[in-house]
């Protein structure tokens, strides 16, 4: 008796299901691409060391910069590889200034991005402080040219 009722609403189900799929696959295809941006960052550490971290001692930094993205797109899109570069600096009457170029490249889902950064002091007897910090919100760079960010940075 459950036979005749199952197979009258098996067609109805697989064509709400193939409607649905349709409309989707329409909707993904409409759709234009995001907006694209590119440029880059200057960004400039101004270090205060602490007096242990004597003058002529190196810096070190490295940022990194990627999209700033949303709790449901970390969730649900593959993980975003950030741009970064190094830069060096010296110790002089303790502060250091480093400075780094770091590109940016990507599509255009919002109106920011996160600087990651890791600052090391190094002396000749090995590294004396680090400070690193993630997920500092930045406007996105105007296309095709570079943002500058300055920084304060105690170690």
């Not at 570069?85 to 780094?100: L, R």
């Amino acid at each position: 008796m459950n036979q005749p009722r199952t197979t009258r609403f098996l067609p109805l189900i697989l064509l709400v299901c193939a409607a649905v799929w349709a409309a989707s696959a329409a909707d993904t295809q409409s759709t234009a691409g995001p907006e694209a941006t590119s440029g880059a960052y200057a960004v400039t550490f101004h270090v205060a060391a602490p007096s242990t971290v004597p003058d002529g001692a190196t810096v070190s930094c490295r940022a990194s910069i990627a999209p700033k993205r949303s709790v449901f797109e970390k969730l649900t899109s593959r993980q975003v590889v950030p741009e970064s570069a190094p830069g060096t600096g010296v110790v002089a009457n303790s502060s250091a200034n480093c400075t780094v170029m770091v590109p940016y490249a990507a599509s255009k889902s919002g109106s920011a991005a996160e600087l990651n950064y890791h600052i090391d002091a190094l002396t000749a007897s090995g590294p004396v402080f680090a400070r690193t910090q993630r997920g500092i919100g930045v406007a996105l760079p105007k296309t095709g040219s570079a943002t500058p960010l300055h920084l304060n940075v105690a170690l």
